[in-house]
């Protein structure tokens, strides 16, 4: 199947401080990449939806100038999380969809980012 | 309600048994459907799609009932390596913009 990236797979980071995540599509274009969080035991929540050369939709509850989401390239999306807090300490997953597929189209996950904020 | 609702387990069940789950969902216009395993710390992964027809890979069986808006898979002789989270998806799609939701996951544990 395609191949999803996503780089750094771990982060430590202080309280305040900013934190870039990227994903791309390695072997595919995606025109749409999808961005989730996943805290312990729960099930994952989509925060965005990322669409090449245009603004990312964020779902209700989802800060925008906190999330910030670009999606430059057919292979490319980043999440900054900007001035981090300890409640933002979770998993975060990006998938991509494939421009080729029809309406059954698949979405290919990353390997996920953890985050953790002290 | 939620938009995609799965009974979160755990199941617990012997290796050889035959385990089934379903996803029910809220929004009649939903347009795909599928299932993802998820292992415990890792991303999701997908399963199967489930087509409206019905769909068979191995010892997986996927199957969509839109009357009463559920999907259901059923895993006949269950391995060890079956234990995950099972996810249902399912995709709704409007003026051009994907809806994507996951259902909160099924606990599957296969005991020896």
């Known amino acids: 199947g395609a191949v999803v990236s996503q780089h750094p797979s771990w982060v430590i980071c202080k309280s305040g401080t900013s934190v870039k995540i990227e994903c791309r599509s390695l072997d595919f274009q995606a025109t749409t990449m999808f961005w989730y969080r996943q805290f312990p035991k729960q099930s994952l929540m989509l925060m965005a939806t990322s669409n090449e050369g245009s603004k990312a939709t964020y779902e209700q509850g989802v800060e925008k100038d906190k999330f910030l989401i670009n999606h430059a390239s057919l292979t490319l999306s980043t999440l900054t999380v900007t001035s981090a807090h300890p409640e933002d300490s979770s998993f975060y997953i990006c998938s991509a969809r494939d421009l080729i597929a029809g309406l059954q189209e698949t979405q290919y996950f990353g390997p996920g980012t953890r985050l953790l904020v002290l | 309600r939620k938009e995609v609702e799965q009974d979160p387990g755990p199941f617990n069940v012997p290796e050889g048994a035959t385990v089934a789950f379903n996803c029910t969902y809220s929004n009649s216009a939903s347009q795909s459907f599928f299932w993802y395993r998820q292992d415990c710390r890792k991303e999701p992964k997908l399963l199967m799609s489930?087509?409206?027809s019905g769909n068979e890979d191995g010892r997986f069986t996927a199957q969509l009932n839109r009357a009463s808006q559920y999907i259901s898979l059923l895993i006949r002789d269950s391995k060890l390596s079956d234990s995950a989270t099972y996810l249902c998806?399912?995709?709704?799609?409007?003026?051009?913009?994907?809806?994507?939701?996951f259902g909160t996951g099924t606990k599957l544990q296969v005991i020896p």
């Open positions: 998806v399912v995709n709704y799609f409007s003026g051009g913009y994907q809806k994507v939701t």
């Open positions: 489930v087509y409206s």
